[in-house]
């Protein structure tokens, strides 16, 4: 009879729990697109300065924030599909043990849901990021 | 049967076919044990149950009795519009009706409902034995009794609150509701959204950890993934109206000046710290719902669900857009139109994850063979109500129709549509669905169809009509209107509406109370469901499994329909019979199973601590400040009673989870233990009242009228320093302490000789934990010397006061760090602490590394910022 030695399981990964905070982080990329545009705006608006410095300026800087979130959520949704294909490349033998052979397509199955939903948060996330976005581009600013 | 399996090298690999298991001996003699072990005490100790179905049909119970209060209360305001010029009620005690209407729908009915729904079925869906802290499920429960019992108690002796259940500013300022009324909202709300909290913490935990043996991400019930996201979401959604009500409640008690406009305050910011709750809000109450309709379709469908993983990815999106969608309750209060149309176009957008699952709903009814029974037609109603309740929001996510149907009846019917739709509709539905889970019973089909025409029809007469009054202009929140309006043939319809629905929901109590009392026996598995709640006899037992089952599939029930009486017979995981609470936890992507739970049994901890924390609440309702503090010195010193009895002072030497594999318990490490994840889902939700409160003071900086201030922060580099040095010093020596207890964890097989150095560095621990909570103390003095000394009179500008504030929730991190480390400096001493249990230095080292972090940024904030000006 054993008992699991490590004792503080500080050693190991910790499962796909992280993976599936990280499967969300474009999501949270949209958060923090649509908090900067509206603190930005507000700033823009409420202090003056988008007729001190200028509409033009303000409104390229909301751009470019907008802009850098959706090629950051992009970003992750290309390294998750990276990812996900190196996953379906046939893998080197392993070594074949019963609990390998156990734990292996439950494995797989587990990790291709997480990547697939990974893949379907960040493209969600990006399609969202452009949608909130793009009125920066036509509308006036401070009206 | 099959002969046993041999232990695999790994212990912590599952076997092939752990059913193979041999059953023990006497499968009566485990119930017995089990029953002996997880019973349920009866008379007044039944008060000290934790257990979770208790806890679940008790929050169930309570939510419905209220839900009652609340539904008198509108028949009350229908009964009042019902004609024009009615004397039925005069404006205060109508202003009180509709105050506490929505108030108890929303905070004592609907959330604790759902709450108690996901208690209840959740470890049984998962196929665990409780949830991940059954005496704080106790204390989630009481405290939002006690809270509720506060607002009604208001509301009978006429001092209810009156300024509408958002409390808008400044009509709930002191200076336009005098009296009670709204601290009684401030204080119970926020008794009750602590206990949501809790609540909170407990779902996401165990939905995480305590799950049945291979139940992995891909595998887990979709209710489940509702709960996890909308437990989630609670975390960061309850806490900014818990800091609005503070301020609020600090403002009327003390003058602190957030929301007087004269003073620098602001009273858009009330609006927008309610409403970053308010709209998640809707979701955190719509979620659960939806989870019940995505579990119940199936059954009736007779097929899996269409579209799983689109759906779990739905939920998740309306998780993070319904974040994002506050400002769409404030387009008329002058925000720029860019910034309208950011919040309009995410509005439009929450509706594509929407709509994806009633299309996923649809799909799996027109794949499958639907069965029209009873749960069926409310989920039909909840279709037809919910989706026409989506279409009218869209309407109102467009920022120009909002400008016209603002404030008006119009809003009223679309809230309930999306709302008695989204929520109480699939509630009925699952009332029928589960209800033999807990009675044992059968539902009447012809009293339940009755009620559901009654309530059907009564609740669209009363509402799809109320549009239209909305659109002729009838506004919110009238008591009386004029007979030349023309409203009054609606107002009439929409109160017989009303009264129908009021018949519907007496006829379905009837029907419930008859159910319980006559109806034919279930048997088990009633519907033919898929998923592990009905693996079990009903009604069900204390313990739910004599053994926990190893789940291969997302419908286990369909895939082994024999599994409940393998389980009964205690052939699964810890089917031996045990002397002490278990029930394993796992890793939370593949479903391993990694620990075994030791959970705490019945406790009248819970109870006391609600009752001094309710000691406290109403001490600060009638503003007795010195019997207040009484009641927190008790609160407290029932959690450290509470804290200091939990943990063992021996080492784990592990549990036989079946025959030949052993796992070690929770107590063994700390990243397994429910404590870790609970600690930093707490934190979570205190970073969420930390952001919230920086984003108080930015707004207030930047938006409120009458800045900058007569008088900045003055430079006080003594406190400061002090300050930041303790605090730092502080968190570095719970670093130490931690680094100390772990010293030995590397040893494979450890001597006499080990075990006593590892006791020798457990000792030293504890003294780097003293000096920790001795750094912390200088800390919290040294940020109160900086509140004296450098803060300008905290009555005189908002900027006073939300500075102070900044450095009171400073302080407040740094007094329960000192509390904390010396808690843990004495349990290493009493021999609670060792390299194995060396759970609690590692919540030390957690709670000083973020208060180290909120300390440093509120200085910095505090300092830096004013330069920057």
Known sequence: MSVAADSHGAGRKQGRGRGLLWASAGLFGWVSCLVLLYAGLSIACRTGSAVAIGEPVWRGLLVATWAAHALLIAWLAMSVLRSKRAERAPATPAIDTIEARDAGPRADHDAGFVSRLALLLNGVALLATLWIGFPVLVLPLCL | ?869
């Open chain 2, 1 to 869: 049967m099959n002969a046993p399996r041999a232990a695999p090298a790994d212990p912590r690999a599952i076997p092939a076919d752990p059913h193979a298991a041999s059953a023990p001996p006497s499968a009566i003699a485990l119930h017995h044990r089990l029953r002996a072990v997880w019973g349920n005490p009866g008379g007044w100790e039944s008060l000290a149950t934790v257990n979770h179905s208790a806890i679940g049909l008790r929050f169930i119970v309570t939510a419905l009795l209220f839900f009652l209060i609340g539904g008198v209360l509108a028949m009350l305001i229908r009964t009042q519009l019902a004609t024009s010029d009615n004397a039925f009620a005069g404006h205060e005690t109508y202003n009180q009706w509709f105050t506490m209407h929505g108030t108890v729908m929303m905070f004592l009915f609907a959330i604790p409902v759902l709450e108690g729904f996901a208690m209840y079925l959740l470890p049984k869906m998962l196929g665990a034995r409780d949830l991940a802290y059954p005496r704080l499920s106790a204390f989630s429960y009481w405290c939002y009794l006690f809270g509720g019992l506060m607002l009604i108690t208001a509301l009978a002796t006429g001092v209810a609150p009156s300024g509408g259940w958002f409390m808008y500013t400044p009509l709930s300022g002191a200076r336009y509701s005098p009296g009670i009324g709204a601290d009684v909202w401030l204080i119970g709300v926020t008794f009750a959204e602590v206990s949501a909290v809790c609540g909170a913490v407990e779902l996401i935990t165990s939905i995480l950890r305590l799950r049945a043996p291979g139940m992995s991400l891909a595998r887990m019930p979709l209710f489940a993934w509702y709960m996890l996201v909308t437990a989630a979401m609670m975390l960061a959604g309850f806490p900014p109206l818990i800091l609005g009500s503070i301020l609020l409640e600090i403002e009327r008690a003390f003058g602190w000046p957030f929301f007087d406009v004269a003073r620098g305050g602001d009273p858009l910011l009330w609006q927008h710290l309610f409403w970053l709750f308010g709209h998640p809000e809707v979701y955190i109450i719509f979620l659960p719902a939806a989870g019940m309709v995505s579990t119940m379709i199936p059954v009736f469908a007779g097929r899996p669900i269409v579209g799983y993983r689109w759906i779990v990815a739905s939920v998740i999106t309306m998780g993070f857009i319904s974040f994002g969608l506050w400002v769409h309750h404030m387009f008329t209060v002058g925000i720029p139109h860019l910034a309208q149309v950011f919040f309009s176009a995410a509005s439009m957008l929450v509706a594509v994850p929407t709509a994806i699952q009633v299309f996923a709903w649809i799909a799996t009814l027109w794949a499958g063979r639907p069965v029209l029974r009873l749960p069926m037609l409310y989920l039909f109603g909840f279709l037809v109500v919910f989706v026409t309740g989506g279409l009218t929001g869209v309407m109102l996510a467009l920022v120009p129709f909002d400008w016209q149907a603002h404030d008006t009846q119009f809003v009223v019917a679309h809230l309930h549509y999306v709302l008695v739709g989204g929520m109480v509709f699939p509630l009925l539905a699952a009332i029928y669905y589960w209800l033999p889970h807990v009675t044992g019973r059968m539902p009447s089909e012809s009293l339940g169809k009755w009620a559901f025409w009654l309530i059907f029809v009564g609740f669209n007469l009363t509402f799809l009509l109320m549009h239209l009054t909305g659109l002729l202009g009838m506004p919110r929140r009238v008591h009386v209107y004029s007979p030349d309006a023309g409203w009054d043939w609606l107002n009439l319809s929409s109160s017989i509406g009303g009264f129908i629905q009021a018949i519907g929901f007496v006829l379905l109590l009837l029907d419930l109370y008859l159910h319980a009392r006559m109806g034919r026996g279930a048997g088990r598995n009633p519907w033919g469901a898929g998923t592990l709640e009905w693996a079990m006899p009903t009604p069900a037992s204390d313990y739910n499994f004599a053994s926990q089952p190893r789940v291969d599939s997302r419908q286990p029930l369909w895939d082994r329909p024999a599994l409940g009486a393998e389980l009964a017979a205690g052939r699964h995981y810890l089917g031996a019979p045990a002397t002490r609470r278990e029930t394993i936890s796992v890793d939370v992507g593949s479903g391993r199973p990694e620990r075994v739970v030791v959970l705490p049994g019945n406790s009248w901890l819970p109870l006391q601590a609600a009752a001094a924390a309710g000691v406290f609440f109403t001490c600060l309702l009638f503003k007795l400040y010195l019997p207040a503090l009484l009641g927190f010195a008790l609160l407290l010193a029932v959690i450290v009673r509470w804290a200091w009895r939990t943990g063992q002072r021996d080492d784990d030497q592990g549990v036989e989870v079946l025959p030949g594999l052993r796992l070690l318990s929770h107590r063994a490490g700390y990243r397994h233990a429910p404590g870790w994840a609970g600690m930093q889902f707490s934190l979570a939700a205190d970073v969420a009242l930390f952001g919230s409160l920086l984003f108080g003071y930015l707004y207030l900086w930047l938006i409120a009228p009458g800045w900058p201030p007569p008088q900045w922060l003055a430079w006080q580099p003594w406190p400061l320093g002090i300050a930041l040095v303790a605090v730092l010093g502080a968190a570095w020596a719970a670093g130490r302490a931690r680094a100390l207890n772990r010293a030995g964890a590397l040893v494979p097989s450890m001597s006499r000789a080990d075990h006593a150095s590892a006791a020798t560095s457990t000792i030293a621990a504890s003294r780097w934990l003293a000096l920790a909570a001795l750094l912390g103390a200088s800390a919290t003095a040294a940020l109160g010397w900086l509140i004296a000394a450098a803060v300008p009179p905290v009555t005189s500008h908002a900027y006073a006061a939300v500075s102070t504030m900044l450095i009171v929730y400073a302080m407040m991190h740094t007094a329960i760090g000192v509390l904390l480390a010396g808690f843990v400096a004495c349990r290493c001493r009493a021999g609670f602490v060792s390299v194995q249990r060396c759970l609690e230095p590692e919540l030390a080292r957690l709670w000083w590394g973020y208060t180290a972090l909120a300390v440093l940024i509120v200085l910095g904030v505090l300092h830096l910022l004013p330069v920057a000006q």
